[in-house]
């Protein structure tokens, strides 16, 4: 995606809701909210619960303001929706794609107003070369090619850069090091979603997640997709799981 492809799909979406839980979704790396709206919608059409589909400091716009944006801003960024959410609600279920899920979980670890996580292929580990040395090789290496669009289904478009600046692979790099070592303080629940294919995150991500965390994790597979599920051929199944989630909490609330 360049600035001049870019729509009203990768803006932020926010939409008003009743109850005391709010759904809250995070898009990932290099991406945009265009890759979590169809998803958003779906569980507040379903559910009625107030919405927040934030973009990211430096996404959805052009490589520039992804070259200056960090790690730091971009949890501060998933903070101020969570904030904003909790205006119209009392909990939260956070639901990240990517690097979206490794927010959801830096957040996880530091709320206590997160009523559930869902993640979907979660970047805990990514599966680049480049990662480990980004720091060192910007100096000479300016952009390395994107991963936009790790999606089997035909015809879909997450809305992502096709070039990503090399410091922000090492923003993304120091992250999700933090992510790793802060998943004993994730108490929530969690629905860990996993592709059957992904050429993006590392297989051991999976593993290393349900290692890490305290609270309870169920994981569900989603054989027909790729990287990018929100837009693949289980979106469907993504849905169905988060709105029982998410109706499961609701009804708690009430009863109580």
Not at 47 to 68: C, I, W
Request: charged residues 20%; negative net charge; proline residues 7%.
């Amino acid at each position: 995606m360049t600035a001049q492809h870019a729509t009203d799909l990768t803006q932020p979406l926010r939409l008003n809701g009743s109850g005391d839980v709010g759904i809250l979704a995070v898009h990932g790396f290099t991406g945009s909210p265009a890759a979590m709206r169809p998803l958003a919608q779906a569980l507040h059409a379903s559910t009625g619960a107030p919405t927040s589909v934030p973009l990211l400091p430096g996404h959805g716009t052009n490589l520039k303001d992804m070259a200056a944006s960090t790690w730091q801003q971009w949890s501060e960024a998933v903070d101020q929706a969570a904030d904003e959410l909790r205006t119209e609600c009392d909990e939260i279920v956070i639901i990240g794609l990517s690097m979206g899920g490794a927010l959801s979980l830096h957040t996880a670890a530091k709320r206590s107003d997160i009523a559930h996580v869902g993640l979907i292929n979660p970047a805990v580990y990514v599966d680049s070369p480049f990662a480990p040395f980004a720091g060192a090789l910007s100096t000479f290496i300016k952009r390395v090619s994107g991963i936009e669009n790790a999606i089997n289904k035909p015809g879909q478009d997450e809305q992502a850069y096709p070039q990503v600046p090399l410091p922000s692979v090492g923003e993304l790099y120091r992250g999700i090091r933090v992510v790793r070592s802060e998943l004993w303080r994730v108490h929530a629940p969690i629905t860990y979603f996993l592709s059957g294919t992904d050429d993006v995150v590392e297989p051991r991500s999976w593993n290393c997640v349900r290692q890490g965390v305290r609270g309870p994790m169920r994981t569900v597979p989603l054989p027909m997709s790729n990287h990018v599920a929100t837009l693949d051929y289980d979106a469907g199944k993504i849905e169905e799981e988060l709105t029982a989630v998410i109706r499961q909490l609701q009804e708690e609330s009430r009863g109580a």
